[in-house]
């Protein structure tokens, strides 16, 4: 997702930033997740829960840019009713290819697993979640098994994938999208282990896939082919197409000053709420 070039993109994320929710959420920054690649997360959570569902948010940014940084909105909107979520950094192209990033989204799911209780969440309720080639990265951890089994986790074991705008489908690339053929190789069958449509094979976790129908950078098209997948096995996924919005504007839905161009906040939540496996609680008056 490219919304604006350099310092005028940062500008943007500010000034949504600026309006999000702040009241009843702690918000921890810095966490070093990757000490050998300097990568570190962002968590977002709500003062006073415990085993709450936890959402790994991937940004988008065409492989290649994006800060975590940008997206304290969505944390924030999320965190404000109820649910944890975690940013992480990950390595960008051509600094790394689709191994190099692919590990690192893994790692972050890992970890976030294994801290689940420390920050208030539940291991069992992990959600993977991404926008545009985000959108790409949580849905290969939710199809692909080889990314997660490095780290001892099974897709299936994950809560549940919600996609906004994500590249799913995409074989054969075009040959004048340079960028992508030097992430994800130059012949069909190299790009196949980068398309998430490939992997659906009945032991994937339920998904909520949004897309917009005015989107005009990632075609519709993808959410539909990885809904059409996902209902061939029999699997549990929900498609949501928004009449009239565009590929920027169903993430910056989430923000308060634009909530009203598209329900993705709404939706989000119910998802989660109708799949997390263990409800929040409120801690008890006097307890850690």
């Known amino acids: 997702m490219l919304l604006l070039l350099g310092g005028c993109q940062g500008a943007l994320f500010a000034g949504l930033n600026s309006t999000d929710e702040r009241r009843g959420i702690e918000v921890e920054r810095d966490v070093v997740f990757d000490v ?21 948010f991937f940004y988008g940014g065409d492989w290649m840019r994006g800060k975590r940084q940008w997206y304290r909105f969505t944390g924030a909107a999320l965190a404000a009713r109820g649910v944890i979520v975690v940013v992480p950094d990950y390595r960008k192209y051509p600094g790394v290819k689709m191994d190099g990033f692919m590990r690192d989204a893994a790692d972050a799911v890992a970890w976030t697993h294994a801290h689940a209780a420390q920050i208030g969440g539940d291991a069992g309720g992990i959600f993977v979640m991404g926008h545009s080639a985000g959108g790409q990265i949580a849905a290969l951890l939710a199809t692909d098994p080889r990314w997660l089994e490095a780290d001892g986790m099974q897709p299936r074991e994950l809560a549940g994938f919600i996609g906004l705008a994500g590249v799913y489908d995409f074989v054969p690339i075009a040959a004048k999208e340079k960028d992508m053929i030097g992430m994800f190789g130059k012949t069909p069958a190299e790009q196949r282990s980068a398309q998430p449509v490939s992997f659906v094979h009945g032991a994937e976790p339920p998904m909520l896939l949004l897309h917009g129908t005015a989107d005009h950078e990632v075609d519709p098209s993808n959410s539909k082919s990885l809904a059409r997948a996902m209902q061939a096995r029999h699997e549990d996924v929900t498609l949501k197409l928004y009449p009239g919005v565009g590929h920027s504007a169903l993430l910056l839905s989430i923000s308060r000053p634009l909530r009203g161009d598209a329900p993705t906040l709404d939706d989000v939540l119910m998802f989660i709420h109708a799949h997390e496996k263990r409800a929040s609680r409120v801690r008890e008056p006097g307890r850690g």
């Open 36 to 56: 050998q690649h300097h990568l570190a997360l962002d968590v977002y959570r709500p003062a006073s829960v415990e085993h709450a569902p936890i959402v790994v």
